[in-house]
């Protein structure tokens, strides 16, 4: 929750946006004439320099798919239908395919969901690492493995890890080495995807504290996409809550923990597992995220909000200030301490 001393030195001495999203729309359509999945459906933010983003929210509300429109990664059913992507002051949501390469790994990287599995069990975690920088060229053949093994170093493991095959690694050591291949050509923004995810406690917080060292050392942006409120908090100076297919809540983490204006982030945050409360008295948020195929036009909250009235269901509340760098998207923000 705490945002790091080096990060606001950062931002306050450089303050300069790294990313802007506007009005992002990312769809999905299996085939044609069916009707698309609105996966991300007209986000804004933006991310400054060396500043750390997180993104939560429940499993299929399009974190994954943002994070893939960033990196212009999308599977091929997967399309940036409207809206733009400045990174560094350049459009690159409508880049042509040729040019994304050159943006991959080197300005913007990204730790895929699942990385662990990732890896292609024929070839060794050296040669895999090394592939950013043979694909960017920004290391000389010749010193591609002194690079690998100071980049090994960098995630704390030992220099013979590279002459190993994936199977050979735990899976805390295979998130680690996905995070020096993501680290190689040092880019400026890391996509971190659900990063501790399927990892036991104690190698969560080692990932999650690497992250954060590296990016001290680095100084590049970092948005970390995850379904768990409490891992990315501790990591994050600003979070953005998403809900199907769009924010409805964006502050600095710790405005977000101690005053949640928004009914759904409220509800993510009692739902937090407390070690003091019995397992049957956690709460949970009743109903399901809504069908992205077809959206209900107001609130996509509203179904499962006790705050929701008939102005909720008929009209789409926009993200509008109520602080300081605090917007939410809700009509009763002023009742939703009240829960
Ligand atoms: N390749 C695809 N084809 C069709 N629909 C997809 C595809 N990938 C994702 N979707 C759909 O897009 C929506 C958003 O999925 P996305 O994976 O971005 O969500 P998420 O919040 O990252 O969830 P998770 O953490 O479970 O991946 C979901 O309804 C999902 O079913």
């Not at 292609?120 to 010193?143: A, C, F, M, S, Y």
């Not at 100076?237 to 759904?264: C, F, N």
Request: net charge negative.
């Amino acid at each position: 929750m705490s945002t790091s001393k080096q990060t606001q030195d950062r931002r306050s001495s450089t303050d300069e946006t790294l990313l802007s999203v506007h009005d992002l729309r990312t769809y999905y359509q299996e085939g044609e004439g069916d009707v698309p999945v609105r996966a991300v459906d007209g986000v804004d933010f933006e991310i400054a320099r060396g500043e750390t983003y997180g993104l939560v929210g429940e499993s299929g509300c399009g974190k994954s798919t943002l994070g893939l429109s960033l990196i212009r990664a999308l599977p091929p059913q997967g399309d940036i239908v409207d809206g733009e992507i400045r990174f560094d002051g350049r459009e690159i949501g409508q880049l042509p395919k040729s040019e994304v390469k050159d943006v991959q790994w080197a300005d913007i990287s990204m730790i895929y969901q699942g990385a662990q599995n990732a890896f292609n069990p024929v070839k060794t975690v050296g040669k895999q690492i090394e592939e950013p920088l043979r694909i960017h060229d920004t290391v000389p053949e010749g010193e591609r493995e002194a690079r690998v093994a100071e980049l090994l170093e960098m995630v704390n493991l030992q220099p013979d890890v590279a002459e190993q095959y994936p199977h050979e690694l735990s899976g805390g050591m295979k998130q680690r080495a996905a995070i020096a291949m993501a680290i190689a050509c040092e880019p400026d923004l890391l996509i971190a995807d659900e990063p501790t995810t399927a990892l036991d406690v104690i190698v969560q917080a080692e990932v999650l504290n690497m992250l954060q060292r590296l990016q001290d050392e680095l100084e590049f942006g970092m948005l970390v996409i995850s379904h768990n409120l409490a891992a990315i908090m501790k990591l994050s100076d600003r979070i953005g809550v998403m809900y199907g297919g769009k924010l409805v809540e964006t502050a600095p983490s710790e405005t977000l923990y101690e005053a949640p204006r928004h009914p759904y982030t409220a509800r993510l945050l009692q739902s937090l597992i407390d070690p003091r409360r019995p397992p049957d008295q956690v709460e949970t948020i009743e109903g399901t995220p809504p069908d992205l195929r077809d959206p209900p036009s107001g609130c996509r909250f509203a179904e499962r909000c006790e705050l929701a009235t008939s102005e909720c269901t008929a009209t789409e509340p926009p993200l509008e200030p109520v602080g300081k760098e605090h917007e939410t998207a809700c009509f009763h923000h002023d009742k939703v301490s009240e829960l």
